[in-house]
């Protein structure tokens, strides 16, 4: 039973390391350091603060492909401000409300 409860706990601590996101500030990257790090990781959370609202932080998470999108979530392009561009192009997953849509881009 000992052994059961501890092959249990190490499988719940390897599942919760290996959904782990990452994290950036994208004021501290180039654009390029964005990409490559989304290309790298799959999917990021990338931090950054607001122009309109000083001191305000803003974030959103972001992937590399639709693999990494849930069902019935498709790719759309954003961009976020990163320490060499205003505005550097990212891919996030979104809501699809269009079936048709939904199918030509399903992971």
Not at 49 to 67: E, F, H, N, W
Request: hydrophobic share 35%; proline share 4%.
């Amino acid at each position: 039973m000992l052994k059961l409860l501890g092959t249990v706990a190490l499988l719940v601590v390897a599942t919760g390391q290996a959904q782990a996101i990452t994290r950036y500030q994208t004021m501290s990257m180039t654009c390029a350091q964005v990409q490559a790090a989304l290309k790298r990781d799959g999917v990021a959370i990338l931090r950054w603060q607001s122009k309109r609202t000083p001191g305000l932080p803003l974030y959103g998470r972001y992937v590399s492909d639709g693999r990494y999108c849930d069902r019935g979530e498709v790719i759309d392009l954003d961009s976020v401000p990163t320490a060499d561009k205003r505005s550097c192009t990212v891919k996030q997953c979104v809501r699809s409300d269009n079936d048709e849509r939904l199918w030509l881009y399903a992971p």
